[in-house]
């Protein structure tokens, strides 16, 4: 790419919620991971026994919000989001479709007034924050760390800990969109 070349690159992909490494990663570690430690933690204090101390009706109700939550989003989703994203001059802009943050607007504020009803701050915040992350920019130099997943045509970039854009590529274009992202921070893929 030369110096003078203006870039301009955009694409919009329909992407499986749970079909990359990295969503899967990411749902391990904010919601398996505390759900096995608290699992743990009762586990322990019920001395081991389960059934006697009630703990295995806390294990029925999270198991039963783990396949409501999947229908759910299979349901609504139809388990695959739709992306956009745009390469340019300045830096990457990703972004839901329109439908998606439509859908998504509805049950945050669904979310956030049932939070309301039942006096529940968590609920209020979930249902805010929900909202927040269907858009994203990051300028190239402000890029931190770069990782790129070829099996599943992802590149993750991240600027800080709450800046940060899965670029799903499609696999006939994730080559091209690696060497730009390269081009334009200069972190090349060591591998």
């Not at 904010?30 to 101390?53: D, M, R, Y």
């Not at 007034?113 to 130099?141: C, D, E």
């Amino acid at each position: 790419m030369m110096k003078s070349e203006r870039l301009s690159k955009s694409w919009t992909i329909s992407v499986s919620i749970f079909g990359s490494t990295i969503v899967k990663k990411q749902l391990f570690l904010a919601i398996g991971f505390p759900t096995i430690t608290i699992l743990a933690i009762l586990i322990i204090a019920s001395e081991g026994n389960i059934v006697q101390s009630g703990v295995i009706y806390f294990i029925y109700i999270l198991m039963a919000l783990f396949i409501l939550t999947y229908i759910f989003i299979k349901l609504v989703y139809k388990g695959k989001t739709n992306m956009s994203f745009i390469l340019d001059d300045t830096g990457i802009s990703f972004g839901t479709s329109t439908k998606e943050q439509k859908k998504t607007r509805v049950l945050g504020n669904l979310t956030m007034i049932l939070g309301l009803l039942s006096k529940s701050p968590g609920a209020i915040s979930a249902g805010y924050v929900s909202r927040l992350n269907q858009q994203n920019y990051i300028k190239w130099k402000d890029i931190n760390k770069i990782s790129y997943y070829p099996k599943d045509s992802l590149i993750y970039v991240k600027e800080n800990f709450a800046s940060k854009i899965a670029i799903h590529c499609h696999d006939y274009n994730y080559d091209d969109i690696k060497q730009i992202i390269e081009y334009k921070t200069g972190q090349v893929d060591s591998l």
